[in-house]
Structure formats: structure tokens, C-alpha cells
């Protein structure tokens, strides 16, 4: 499959591997990695990529993605071919067409609809409910194969959380679905909550119903078309929709088109997602058999180059089987780890600049791409960010944003400065409508960001003041 430059054909300020976006670094091309998994020879061909095409820069998302730099022009069509030859391409069904133009087309919608984000530790994890790699696969089959999904917003995602204790459960997804425990429903057949426009919950139930763990490619199929049936032009996300629909209504419609059975017990009503873990992404972990090991870092705000790639695909060959996976907060796990070699995994790690100690200021510290990548940007973040790591109080979590779009964000820290001038910040604190939640854009602007407590800071007085408001000594 080619991927001819698409720009024109599918337009969309977010990048993909065949829609390169220009950044003020040169472009950006981002390449989805199902389940945040990637193979060491993939691992390869994206650092190669980096060099040939790129400035070498290669980011860590916060979706479980990796993304391209300074993309140079010219070079964006060998660029996507080139990660394709890799398998990292979009699965596309063939066709009967020998269009190159609609092949290209079909590729990107197919690239665009598959956002469905695991935990990092699906099918490894001893304390899941259910291993959700196949079910993953089936939905991301799914996603790359309906031709109605060209109507919707490369955007939009779906959450297939199998309950691990490594989860992310602070980025909204349009639709996710979580697995119950088999404890509270008195049965055996595996099932999952469903909700919309959110994230499952330790602390309240926002399910809406239940379904079998059989039935939800074909619900999210059937989800899918009810909201490209009944969405208004403008409305794009899930949570648009849901301002002038019923989310029962959307829902039930999506169940009764799929001949679906939704369950609605007491159960279901009262099930609390079990509390995530997500400092597991730090260092050594067993798994759920095999006597196994995985093993975390963080690189220094989300960002490696190439040459840290190929380390890290070195780790997976010779310790690891060969795989990775990339999780939501922009850091990387080196799975199937023999015990013995955890030692060597970990050194590995700290030798390419990976941080494994959450308690490190560079662990607790994020930050957009900043001035020197992003037009929109009001002051050099991610040097800001490692200026404020040398004087970040202990234990505070700090975002650092160059606008209000929050792009290195997808939920409310606890502290967020956000950019004003080059140099100098406004102070958020997150409150309680925001508490635990995500930054999500249906609280508008900085709104998403809680309590503003300060303005104009610099990097220096900032850290002060978040001393303050945290109660914390500097670490
Ligand atoms: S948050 Fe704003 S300034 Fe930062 S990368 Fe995103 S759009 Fe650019």
C-alpha cells in the first residue's frame, strides 16, 4: 500500500503517518502503535526514519503513539512508506480499486479511526479481570474496515480496559468500555461496563449499562453508526452529541440496531472501577506467569532520539522478547523480562537517560513541545521544565503548557503553569471540579486547568509558590 502525501484529501490539523503537519520544527508524523506495542525491528525502522527524515527527535504521546520532529519537506511520501514497509501502517482490507488516490484515502481513514488505548500491561498484568489483546484486535480490525468511519473525527477513541492495575484512567475517550469483576455479578461470563465521553471510575459509577464481553465489537459497531446517524455537523466528539442527546437514548438505539443486550442489575449501577496504579509504570514489575518481569522508565519530557531508540530495541532483543510498550504517560515498558536479567533491564534504562524512580523531579515534571515546536506556544516549555525539575518541591506534579490546548495533557495535574509570556506563567491549581478528572475542553480554555492561584510567575518564583501551596520542601 502507498501512501501518497493526503493532506488535501483528508484534511486535519491532527498528524498521522501520512498527513505530515507542520510544526515550527518542520513537520510531524505521528505512527499509532496498536496497544502502545512495538517490535524491536519496528523500533529500528522509526529511528533510521528519524535520521533520514527527521531532525531524530522522537516523542512519546500521550495516547501510547510515537511521533516524528522536524519531518523535512519533501520527503513526506518516502517518510510514510518507509513506516509502512515497517508494519506500521494501517490494516487495510484490499481492495478491488487500483485508484492509488482511493487506496491512499482508504489507508488514512483506516490510520485515523484506530485509537483504541489498552493498558500498557494488557495480557501481562496477574491482577487483571481479563486479557484484552484479542478482543483489541478484533476492535481494531473494526475500526480499520468500516467505510462509514470516514465520517468521523480522527479523534475520536475508544478504551478497552481489562481492569489492570497499570491503567490509565484519567484520559477521556468518547466510548470505553471496563471489565467487572466476576465477584460482584454472581456469574461467569465475562462482562464490561460501557459508558460514553469519559473514563471508568474508582470513586463513582458512571456505567450505563453492562454488556457480554461477546458483544462489544459488535456494540461499538453499532455505537459508531448511532453517532454518525445522529451527530449535527459540528458535533465531532462523543460529549458534543450528548449535549442535545439522551446518553440511554444513544445507547439503547446503538443496542437495539446491533441486537445487542444491555444490562442494567443493581449491580451495574453501584460497580466502582478498582483504584489504578499507575506509578507501576516505574521499574520492575512480575507478571502473570512464566516468571516473568516488566520493566518501566520515563524519558525527560516524552522525548528520546534515535539513537535511544535502537538502545531501547537492544534491551527488548536481548533481555526482553523482542517487544515494547509505550504507555499513556509518555514513558516505556521492556516486557517478558526474565527475573534474573531485571538488574541488567534497569541499568539499561538509566545508561539511555530513563528515569525509574517516581520520586525523581524529571518523573513528575511534563511539558508541551513548547516554543521552540509549536507556533502556538508562548514560552520555551520544555526548557522551562527542566529549569523548574532543578527546583521542584518534593512530591508536587507539575504541567507546564505553552497554550491552553494542553497537548502534553490529556487530564488536569495538580499544578498547571501555563505560558503567558516567554519566561513567565500563570499558576493553576486543580480544584474540585476538575479533581481527578481530565482537562477536558468542556471546560473551556484555562477553565480546564482548576484554580488560577497566581500570575506572571517566572520559573524561579514558580517554584516557590508551588512549594507553598503544596506545603513541600524542595527536593
Ligand atoms: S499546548 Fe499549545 S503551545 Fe503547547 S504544543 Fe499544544 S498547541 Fe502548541
Given at each position: 500500500m502507498g501512501y501518497p502525501p493526503f493532506?488535501?484529501?483528508?484534511?486535519?490539523?491532527?498528524?498521522a503517518l501520512s498527513r505530515i503537519?507542520?510544526?515550527?520544527?518542520?513537520?510531524?508524523c505521528r505512527i499509532k502503535l496498536p496497544?502502545?506495542k512495538l517490535l524491536a525491528m519496528q523500533a529500528h525502522a522509526i529511528a533510521d526514519a528519524a535520521d533520514v527524515h527527521g531532525?531524530?527527535?522522537v516523542?512519546?504521546?500521550?495516547?501510547?503513539n510515537l511521533q516524528l520532529?522536524?519531518v523535512k519537506?519533501?520527503g513526506e511520501a518516502t517518510l510514510s512508506q518507509r513506516l509502512s514497509d515497517a508494519g506500521l501502517g494501517p490494516r487495510v482490507a484490499a481492495t478491488?480499486?487500483?485508484?492509488p488516490?482511493?487506496a491512499a484515502?482508504q489507508a488514512a481513514?483506516a490510520d485515523?479511526?484506530r485509537?483504541?488505548?489498552?493498558?500498557?500491561?494488557?495480557?501481562?498484568?496477574?491482577?487483571?479481570?481479563?486479557?484484552?489483546?484479542?478482543?483489541?484486535?478484533?476492535?481494531?480490525?473494526?475500526?480499520q474496515?468500516?467505510?462509514?468511519?470516514?465520517?468521523?473525527?480522527?479523534?475520536?477513541?475508544?478504551?478497552?480496559?481489562?481492569?489492570?492495575?497499570?491503567?490509565?484512567?484519567?484520559?477521556?475517550?468518547?466510548?470505553?468500555?471496563?471489565?467487572?469483576?466476576?465477584?460482584?455479578?454472581?456469574?461467569?461470563?465475562?462482562?464490561?461496563?460501557?459508558?460514553?465521553?469519559?473514563?471508568?471510575?474508582?470513586?463513582?459509577?458512571?456505567?450505563?449499562?453492562?454488556?457480554?464481553?461477546?458483544?462489544?465489537?459488535?456494540?461499538?459497531?453499532?455505537?459508531?453508526?448511532?453517532?454518525?446517524?445522529?451527530?449535527?455537523?459540528?458535533?465531532?466528539?462523543?460529549?458534543?452529541?450528548?449535549?442535545?442527546?439522551?446518553?440511554?437514548?444513544?445507547?439503547?438505539?446503538?443496542?437495539?440496531?446491533?441486537?445487542?443486550?444491555?444490562?442494567?442489575?443493581?449491580?451495574?449501577?453501584?460497580?466502582?472501577?478498582?483504584?489504578?496504579?499507575?506509578?507501576?509504570?516505574?521499574?520492575?514489575?512480575?507478571?502473570?506467569?512464566?516468571?516473568?518481569?516488566?520493566?518501566?522508565?520515563?524519558?525527560?519530557?516524552?522525548?528520546?532520539?534515535s539513537?535511544?531508540l535502537r538502545?531501547?530495541a537492544?534491551?527488548?532483543?536481548?533481555?526482553?522478547?523482542g517487544?515494547?510498550?509505550?504507555?499513556?504517560?509518555?514513558?516505556?515498558?521492556?516486557?517478558?523480562?526474565?527475573?534474573?536479567?531485571?538488574?541488567?533491564?534497569?541499568?539499561?534504562?538509566?545508561?539511555?537517560?530513563?528515569?525509574?524512580?517516581?520520586?525523581?523531579?524529571?518523573?513528575?515534571?511534563?511539558?508541551?513541545?513548547?516554543?521552540?515546536?509549536?507556533?502556538?506556544?508562548?514560552?520555551?516549555?520544555?526548557?522551562?521544565?527542566?529549569?523548574?525539575?532543578?527546583?521542584?518541591?518534593?512530591?508536587?506534579?507539575?504541567?507546564?503548557?505553552?497554550?491552553?490546548?494542553?497537548?502534553?495533557?490529556?487530564?488536569?495535574?495538580?499544578?498547571?503553569?501555563?505560558?503567558?509570556?516567554?519566561?513567565?506563567?500563570?499558576?493553576?491549581?486543580?480544584?474540585?471540579?476538575?479533581?481527578?478528572?481530565?482537562?477536558?475542553?468542556?471546560?473551556?480554555?484555562?477553565?480546564?486547568?482548576?484554580?488560577?492561584?497566581?500570575?506572571?510567575?517566572?520559573?524561579?518564583?514558580?517554584?516557590?509558590?508551588?512549594?507553598?501551596?503544596?506545603?513541600?520542601?524542595?527536593?
Open positions: 493532506s488535501s484529501l483528508r484534511p486535519s490539523a491532527c498528524p503537519v507542520a510544526a515550527r520544527d518542520g513537520g510531524l496497544g502502545g531532525s531524530g527527535i516523542e512519546l504521546t500521550n495516547r501510547a520532529r522536524g519537506a519533501g478491488e480499486s487500483h485508484d488516490v482511493q484515502r481513514v485515523d479511526a485509537n483504541l488505548l489498552l493498558s500498557p500491561v494488557a495480557g501481562l498484568d496477574a491482577d487483571a479481570l481479563y486479557d484484552t489483546v484479542p478482543l483489541a484486535d478484533e476492535i481494531l480490525g473494526l475500526l474496515s468500516e467505510p462509514r468511519l470516514a465520517e468521523l473525527s480522527p479523534k475520536f477513541s475508544v478504551l478497552l480496559d481489562g481492569g489492570e492495575r497499570l491503567a490509565s484512567l484519567d484520559h477521556p475517550h468518547d466510548v470505553w468500555f471496563a471489565a467487572m469483576p466476576p465477584a460482584i455479578r454472581g456469574g461467569t461470563e465475562p462482562r464490561f461496563a460501557v459508558g460514553f465521553a469519559g473514563q471508568p471510575s474508582s470513586t463513582r459509577s458512571d456505567a450505563l449499562a453492562a454488556v457480554r464481553a461477546d458483544d462489544i465489537v459488535a456494540l461499538i459497531r453499532a455505537l459508531l453508526v448511532a453517532f454518525l446517524d445522529l451527530a449535527a455537523p459540528d458535533e465531532n466528539r462523543m460529549r458534543d452529541l450528548l449535549r442535545s442527546h439522551d446518553c440511554h437514548t444513544v445507547l439503547a438505539r446503538a443496542a437495539e440496531k446491533g441486537s445487542i443486550d444491555l444490562q442494567n442489575d443493581p449491580e451495574v449501577g453501584t460497580w466502582r472501577r478498582a483504584a489504578a496504579e499507575p506509578i507501576r509504570r516505574f521499574g520492575a514489575y512480575p507478571q502473570r506467569d512464566g516468571g516473568l518481569w516488566h520493566v518501566g522508565g520515563q524519558p525527560p519530557l516524552g522525548r528520546i532520539d539513537a535511544t538502545g531501547l537492544r534491551l527488548a532483543l536481548e533481555h526482553g522478547d517487544s515494547l510498550r509505550f504507555t499513556p504517560w509518555q514513558s516505556v515498558l521492556v516486557p517478558n523480562v526474565a527475573a534474573r536479567a531485571v538488574p541488567q533491564v534497569e541499568l539499561g534504562l538509566c545508561s539511555l537517560g530513563f528515569v525509574l524512580d517516581p520520586q525523581d523531579p524529571l518523573a513528575r515534571v511534563i511539558a508541551c513541545a513548547g516554543s521552540t515546536g509549536c507556533v502556538k506556544a508562548l514560552a520555551d516549555t520544555k526548557a522551562d521544565a527542566l529549569a523548574l525539575a532543578k527546583q521542584l518541591p518534593a512530591g508536587v506534579e507539575a504541567h507546564l503548557s505553552g497554550c491552553t490546548r494542553s497537548c502534553a495533557a490529556a487530564h488536569c495535574a495538580p499544578y498547571t503553569l501555563l505560558a503567558v509570556a516567554p519566561g513567565r506563567y500563570d499558576l493553576y491549581r486543580r480544584d474540585h471540579a476538575s479533581d481527578g478528572e481530565t482537562s477536558s475542553p468542556a471546560r473551556d480554555g484555562a477553565l480546564r486547568f482548576g484554580e488560577r492561584i497566581d500570575t506572571y510567575l517566572t520559573i524561579e518564583e514558580a517554584a516557590k509558590r508551588l512549594g507553598e501551596a503544596a506545603g513541600a520542601p524542595i527536593s
